[in-house]
């Protein structure tokens, strides 16, 4: 790839070539088709299936290099080079997956459209080696499948066989079965090839300076992780008709300790947080935060510098960011920024970014004896939109509080920093009279609105609550 | 392979389907290959109630690439034929609800589909709507159920408990989307080919709507990804867009709507407010019960009249009373249509009945496991409607099941020394030093337990009108095929309609298969609905398989699984079609509301467990003991996977469904709005059947899809309520809810004076 020669030329250019099942394929489309789009209209492999477009079914689930996504949430941009595995591609040799047969045998299946998504996201389990390897090693426990699938909807079953078919398989107790000779589904038949879908084009810069100057160019909106980018589109957002893909710029990748902080790469996903050890030593409160942000598929794609660029009084990481003093590395034409978090999110889902800005990465100082605490409160218990999100920080110093920060999403405009109830803890012991004083004060202290998810009355109360559970936690009364 | 009688039925045979789904290869509606097919798209009202004056078209858009029809393009009668035929197909003049079909479009791609919805304009003039269940005046359908001397009753009463609840509307989400093709044939007919439940109910609505005959109308079922009720009307409207779509562009036209679409566009479960007052005497008997019932059916019929009839004739619950008035309306209000879901106005009113008679167990002092034995139905006894109950009745083998495998004495034991508990800890002199709510656990547990009963079958003389038609054919070429309109949408009809003949012929399941879901192949046998396909159809498809059997062992005086292929081979084809008669006993006078209501009853209960977080009231229900009667039970795994999957919609709607509507239109409009349990919300639900056999079709069974959806909601509300103490009389107990009564109930406590000696 040469270095562009205008800021408005294509560096990644159609069409894009990729396995899927382990065939070679190629897709002579805009940048910014959904995976799920060329594999149903342009390939004919319709085993993915839509049934929202938002990444909240997992009805097309696949597997993107092992990992599960929504396919939904994909553009094919990303897709380049890469080995993409679908529902066809399950049954070899003649033989149905072991998880597939397991889910015939315990009644797993029964109107179907949410099975395909549901064994990709099982097989993606099973493959991970945290289910356990037939026959000897343990077998997974329920609520670790229950996890797995957490980012896949069944309206018909209930859940427990397919929960089954999955343990089933993991524990090796399964039958064979033989795969019927008409499942071999050839990537060709497709009726809707190459339909004006009104996609967007997408450019994939390879440096940061390429980056920069696209950015400047205007008129792109930038991409990592697609799982809010993408599902603007599905909800008719008016944004931008091009895509700056961020997937190749190495710069925004990684976890490090630098200089008493750590440093995490703009793109760094929330399946990252989770299992790094270096978050496990420094800021386990991220992998704890990331644990409950949508469900594997999004965990897999979604980015913690995405979910700053969205600046959704939602987002689930901006309050913690907020709690441990995150700074934001920005980055453009003129050079770089550091921003502290808290002066970042001015409005409601606006940034302190400017519109030719990247987010490079997040830095986190390092305070020893420091202990955070973290609640979300969603509506359900897997691939909830938070009601409230509250974090609370602090240094214990001779039984007492010290450098506070209380920080909450979903309770106003943007994520806030708590100030008047930072103040009612900093410097006090937490007692119940303490506790009570700051649940007061945090009630009366936020803005929160009646929306589609609850009402003001339930956050104010809530947030106060669980302010108060948090403080008794820790002081053990 | 002979197959001994006895061997068939009664045994897991495996879904026919399963295959097909694991793989990939089932196709549904969008995966169908159909060359050429061009985009539909609809053009909405944004308005709950308005005048149309004009539908603009943006001139600076090339109207020459696309196609456009409005209501002056229908060439039949502009409606979508169901019960009262008052809903168009797409608006002439008046909007009545928000979302409403004004439009419609197709273009051969797309992205130039969408930019032509978005070039039309419509020009309205706003009219007042009627938004409030309470203040609507017009109904589309009014019920009174009569029976004894309701003053007399409450005379003799000894208190009267009264009660409000309310539930709201709930959104089906089947995963697949509506979704239909429409193409034309060389001959002037359609063919529709869709997701859908109902075939001969689309048929009927597009020979309407495109002035067609019968016979030049065709409707297939595609593959279908969940139904519910919500696939049984609705594809109509969408099989007659489609296909005006197809007769203006000329060639075959795909409608597939977004999940958005689907959601602020199809209809819902009504909503509903039930007020009960009940006078009972001082030994437990209930001597009275008032019960009015209203449900919002929103603008138009659609199927709102026989909602309301079940919900009417369910609303007692299944408890003896010798005095019984029930008046019961669904009335006209400018919001979306509400229309069939699983149980079909029996679930909201069965959440009434049993939380009310939880309340009233509450002010006798007496368990209401206890109250519920004393005054379920058993045989004799005599409903609302005057019917005896002849046979099968289970209510109280369903309870006592129940209640012994949750071992739901010890567990309610648990429960209220816990709450004990933790009442004692908010009277400790240092409670409110420790901080503002009752007690120090995070986490309150509770366990409830609900009955119900399902008519099995349509109401009252439904199925003598309706004369289904069902049959089987021994082809030439020796395969034994039964043809019914019965779809497959995931409940398992494909699998178990076949093994109720293969029962009958004394032929291994697999021998029998379903035609192809095609109404030029099948025969009506009337809709999939109703909890009716296996206890009607299947009675259709044994009577049928029976003579099937008779005439060729006659014929080969050899068995039938011995000799059907060679009485194929030799004879040609034999097929039977059978018409349903009604069954014996069974009357039904419409114009009083009285006899017989259903043919026959099935009967469930269910235990629910919950932790309610006490800082948040967030419910988790951790674990559901299901105890359904269907009569025999045909497949076991399918029929438990039926109990599991309505139960955990059942758990849906009483916990987390919540849908808001605002000025008519629902606001939870996605999937990350309108949220349905994930298997890290679901319960561990452990079905447990319970056989009652129907004695008037070959195969004794009942139905059973709907039955568990009945009985969920009570169970969690009354956990709810044993782990915290109070009531929630409005669906679903959102955490809002939950909290709110939390807080009642805490600052009731604080008010209440320390007791200094406990500590």
């Known amino acids: 790839m040469t270095a562009p020669t205008s800021a408005s030329q294509k560096l990644v250019t159609a069409p894009f070539r990729f396995t899927v099942n382990g065939q070679p394929v190629e897709a002579a489309v805009p940048g910014g088709r959904r995976l799920l789009d060329v594999l149903r209209l342009d390939l004919g492999l319709t085993g993915s299936k839509e049934g929202c477009g938002e990444g909240e079914c997992g009805a097309c689930s696949v597997l993107l290099d092992g990992e599960v996504v929504d396919s939904c949430l994909v553009p094919v941009c990303q897709v380049e080079g890469r080995e993409v595995r679908t529902v066809e591609g399950l049954a070899t040799g003649g033989r149905l997956d072991p998880l597939q047969a397991a889910i015939v045998e315990a009644g797993g299946v029964q109107c179907g459209i949410c099975t395909p998504g549901m064994l990709m996201a099982g097989r993606a389990f099973l493959d991970s080696g945290n289910a356990g390897a037939a026959p000897t090693s343990a077998a997974p426990t329920d609520a670790a499948i229950r996890e797995a699938i957490a980012g896949n909807l069944c309206r018909c079953t209930g859940y427990g066989r397919i929960v089954e078919a999955i343990r089933l398989a993991a524990e090796g107790r399964v039958s064979t079965m033989s795969a019927p000779d008409a499942m071999a589904v050839p990537l060709a038949g497709a009726d809707r090839r190459l339909l004006d879908l009104g996609d967007p084009e997408a450019e994939t810069p390879r440096t940061l300076a390429e980056a920069y100057a696209l950015l400047a160019d205007g008129g792109r909106r930038p991409l990592a992780g697609g799982t809010d980018a993408l599902v603007e589109r599905t909800a008719g957002v008016p944004g931008a008709d091009r895509y700056l893909d961020l997937a190749a710029l190495d710069a925004l990748l990684g976890i490090r300790v630098l200089d008493g902080a750590l440093i995490l790469g703009a793109a760094t996903t929330y399946a990252e947080l989770r299992r790094d050890p270096l978050i496990a030593e420094h800021a386990s409160v991220l992998a704890e935060m990331s644990a409950e942000v949508g469900a594997a598929q999004i965990q897999n794609r979604g980015t913690l510098g995405g979910n700053i660029a969205t600046a959704s009084p939602a987002g689930d990481s901006l309050p913690v960011l907020l709690a441990l003093d995150a700074e934001i590395v920005v980055g453009g034409v003129r050079g770089e920024r550091t921003l502290p978090a808290a002066s970042f999110f001015p409005a409601y889902r606006r940034t302190a970014l400017a519109a030719d800005e990247l987010i490079l990465r997040i830095r986190i100082p390092l305070v020893p004896d420091r202990t955070v605490a973290f609640r979300k409160v969603g509506t359900r218990r897997a691939q909830a939109i938070s009601v409230v999100v509250l974090a609370v920080a602090w240094r214990w110093q001779n039984g007492l509080w010290r450098d506070v920060r209380v920080a909450l999403g979903s309770v106003a405009p943007t994520p806030i920093r708590a100030r008047a109830t930072e103040a009612a803890l900093e410097g006090m012991p937490p007692t119940a009279r303490v506790a009570a004083v700051a649940a007061a004060t945090l009630a009366a202290e936020i803005t929160p609105i009646d929306d589609v998810r609850s009402t003001a009355v339930y956050r104010r109360t809530v947030a106060g609550r669980i302010l108060h559970r948090i403080v008794r936690d820790a002081a053990g009364w | ?759």
């Open chain 2, 1 to 759: 392979m002979a197959h001994p009688s006895g061997t068939v039925i009664g045994r897991s045979v495996p879904r026919r389907d399963a295959p097909a789904k694991v793989t990939g290869a089932a196709r549904y509606t969008d995966d169908l290959v159909v060359e050429g097919a061009w985009f539909g798209l609809t053009v909405r009202s944004t308005e709950p109630h308005a005048r149309l004056l004009g539908i603009d078209r943006d001139p600076a858009f090339d109207w020459s690439r696309v196609v456009v029809v409005t209501a002056a393009d229908i060439p039949g009668e502009n409606v979508v034929h169901l019960i009262h035929d008052d809903q168009p197909a797409l608006v002439a003049d008046e909007i009545r609800h928000h979302a409403e079909a004004v439009a419609l479009v197709a273009a051969p791609d797309p992205a130039t589909a969408r930019a032509a919805r978005a070039a039309i304009h419509l020009r309205t003039e706003p009219l007042p709507p009627v938004l409030d269940l309470l203040a609507a005046e017009e109904a589309f359908a009014r019920y009174e159920i009569t029976k004894g001397d309701l003053e007399a009753g409450f005379a003799e009463a000894d208190r009267i408990v009264d009660g409000t609840y309310r539930v709201g509307p709930q959104e089906h989400i089947y995963i697949e989307p509506q979704a239909m093709i429409a193409a034309l044939e060389a001959d002037g007919g359609i063919t529709v080919t869709g997701s859908l439940q109902c075939p001969y109910y689309i048929h009927a609505a597009l020979a309407r709507a495109l002035a067609l005959p019968v016979d030049k109308v065709r409707v297939v079922q595609a593959e279908t990804g969940g139904g519910f009720g919500g696939k049984e009307e609705y594809p109509s409207m969408l099989a007659v867009h489609a296909a005006l779509l197809a007769r203006a562009a000329g060639r075959p036209v795909r409608m597939t709507y977004d999940r958005h679409e689907d959601i602020v566009a199809t209809t819902k479960r009504h909503p509903a407010v039930i007020h009960h007052r009940t006078g009972v005497a001082a030994d437990g008997r209930l001597v009275a019960q008032e019960i009015d019932v209203v449900m919002d059916a929103g603008a138009y019929a659609t199927l709102s009249p026989v909602v309301l009839s079940r919900g009417a004739l369910h609303a007692t619950g299944p408890y003896r009373c010798p005095n019984v008035r029930v008046r019961a309306r669904a009335v006209m209000t400018n919001t979306v249509p509400a229309g069939a879901f699983r149980g079909f106005g029996a679930p909201q009113t069965e959440f009434a009945a049993e939380i009310h008679l939880a309340r009233i167990a509450e002010a006798l002092e007496l368990p209401a496991a206890e109250l519920r034995r004393r005054l379920a139905y058993r045989e004799g006894d005599v409903t609302a409607t005057g019917q005896v109950l002849r046979h099968s009745v289970a209510a109280i083998d369903v309870l006592e099941r129940a209640e012994e495998v949750a071992d739901f004495a010890a567990e309610r034991a648990k429960t209220a020394h816990a709450r004990e508990e933790r009442y004692a800890d908010t009277r400790r002199a240092d409670a409110p030093a420790r901080g503002m709510h009752p007690g120090a656990e995070r986490i309150a547990s509770g366990v409830g337990l609900a009955l119900g009963w399902h008519g099995a079958g349509f109401t009252g003389s439904g199925e003598k009108t309706l004369g289904s038609v069902a049959g089987i054919e021994l082809t030439a070429d020796g395969r034994i095929v039964i043809l019914t309109a019965q779809t497959e949408i995931g409940q398992g009809a494909a699998t178990v309609l076949p093994q109720i003949a293969a029962e009958v012929l004394g032929v291994a399941a697999e021998a029998v298969e379903p035609a192809p879901l095609d109404t030029a192949l099948v025969p009506n046998s009337g809709p999939t609905v109703a909890s009716r396909t296996t206890m009607v159809v299947g009675g259709l498809v044994a009577e049928a398989a029976g003579k099937l059997r008779a005439e060729v062992e006659q014929r080969t005086q050899r068995p039938f699984a011995e000799s059907w292929r060679d009485d194929a081979a030799a004879h040609g084809p034999t097929r039977i079609d059978v018409r349903f008669e009604g069954y014996p006993g069974i009357e039904w006078d419409q114009e009083r509301y009285r006899g017989d209501a259903y043919p026959a009853y099935s009967w469930a209960a269910a235990v629910a467990w919950v932790d309610v977080d006490l800082d948040t009231g967030q419910v988790a229900v951790r674990r559901v003991v299901a105890v359904d009667e269907a009569g025999r039970v045909v497949n076991p795994m399918l029929a438990a996977g039926q109990v599991e999957g309505g139960t955990l919609q059942a758990v849906g709607y009483a916990t987390i469904e919540e849908m808001q509507v605002v000025d008519g239109r629902y606001r939870n409009d996605r999937l990350a709005t309108y949220l349905i349990p994930t298997a890290l919300d679901a319960p561990a639900i452990e079905a447990h059947l319970v056989e009652a056999p129907f004695p008037h079709n070959p195969h004794g069974a009942k139905g059973l899809g709907e039955l568990p959806m009945d009985v969920g909601a009570p169970a969690v509300i009354d956990a709810i309520h044993d782990a915290i103490g109070a009531w929630i009389t409005e669906l679903p107990a959102t955490p809002a809810r939950v909290l709110a009564a939390l807080q009642a109930l805490e600052e009731e406590r604080l008010r209440e004076p320390v007791n200094e000696g406990v500590s």
